[in-house]
Nanobody
């Protein structure tokens, strides 16, 4: 089984930056082809933020974060990052790292992801 552990969340002011990390571990980590970030604000559905295919540089972003957030991966360290710039109060949410062992192209739908981290809180004050 594969474990995903997020880190890097916190409380920042609007306009600040944060970088989230997600470390993947486990015997079958090589079976994870796509990694993604989702977020869930209080009272809202979990929504797609960004995704990356491990084997290349293909990425995909939600419209709400495109141009402000950057997803990247360090395959050698089995770690994926989410660099978040120009943060807004509406970015406040619990951010979840996700992995897919079945998707071969980057996907935004939750149903493609079968591995999830425990989440890390990001709070942006105005």
């Amino acid at each position: 089984q594969v474990q995903l552990v997020e880190s890097g969340g916190g409380l920042v002011q609007a306009g600040d930056s944060l970088r989230l990390s997600c470390a993947a571990s486990g015997r079958t980590v090589s079976s994870v082809y796509v990694m993604g970030w989702f977020r869930q604000a209080p009272g809202k559905e979990r929504e797609f933020v960004a995704a990356i295919r491990w084997s290349g540089t293909t990425t995909r972003y939600a419209d709400s974060v495109n141009g402000r957030f950057t997803i990247s991966g360090d395959y050698a360290r089995n770690t994926v990052y989410l660099q978040m710039n120009s943060l807004k109060p509406e970015d406040t949410a619990v951010y979840y790292c996700a992995g897919s062992t079945s998707a071969f192209v980057v996907q935004s739908a939750r149903e493609w992801y079968n591995l999830w981290g425990q989440g890390t809180q990001v709070t942006v004050s105005s």
